[in-house]
T-cell receptor
């Protein structure tokens, strides 16, 4: 049974701070890792993906992957109120495109 | 609009009726996935299809639910004899390949309400 775990939150940070969102997964065969953002009542929107151990940066977002610890995280620098949303971690197996999603972490950025 | 198109956006059905949800993948994408999201819950995988083939239906309830992706036209998720527990947001996603490295692109979803 593939499982993806996230703290439900809410994670509250002040505007301008760094928000750190975490995710653990159970299947050691997992090879691809995605972060989606979902505003209330809207569809999931892809933010970042990472396949290799280490860090991957894209603008204010940094994804971090540690396969040995089965852990992936998303850092949001200079958090803005518009970043307030639920962040979904998704994990996939090599050669298999169906993704398993965590329940998401709600992020609240206060002005 | 080159994105994943789902319709209807909102669907209200009475218990016992049938619900039909439609999804047209992004242009150039031949892989379609259906996910269900209950309130306060994450996205749960239901079924993965390619044109005319069901690849993985491990997340589909055994009864009342079916899906197809015909050679021509959109993918259809069909729920027969709906019950209140079927009320949820149903999202369709598409990808260009089966590779695990292909991100899924989601449509706007269909919000099904069973009264």
């Amino acid at each position: 049974q593939k499982e993806v775990e996230q703290n439900s939150g809410p994670l509250s940070v002040p505007e301008g701070a760094i928000a750190s969102l975490n995710c653990t997964y159970s299947d050691r065969g997992s090879q691809s890792f995605f972060w989606y953002r979902q505003y209330s009542g809207k569809s999931p929107e892809l933010i970042m993906f990472i396949y290799s151990n280490g860090d991957k940066e894209d603008g204010r977002f940094t994804a971090q992957l540690n396969k040995a610890s089965q852990y992936v995280s998303l850092l949001i620098r200079d958090s803005q109120p518009s970043d307030s949303a639920t962040y979904l971690c998704a994990v996939g197996l090599s050669g298999y495109s169906t993704l398993t999603f965590g329940k998401g972490t709600m992020l609240l950025v206060s002005p | 609009n080159a994105g994943v198109m789902q319709n209807p956006r909102h669907l209200v059905r009475r218990r016992g009726q049938e619900a039909r949800l439609r999804c047209s993948p992004m242009k150039g994408h031949s892989h379609v996935y259906w996910y269900r999201q209950l309130p306060e819950e994450g996205l749960k995988f239901m079924v993965y299809l390619q044109k005319e083939n069901i690849i993985d239906e491990s997340g589909m309830p055994k009864e009342r639910f079916s899906a197809e992706f015909p050679k021509e036209g959109p993918s259809i998720l069909r729920i027969q004899q709906v019950v209140r527990g079927d009320s949820a947001a149903y999202f369709c996603a598409s990808s260009p390949s089966q590779s695990g490295n292909s991100p899924l692109h989601f449509g706007n979803g269909t919000r099904l309400t069973v009264t």
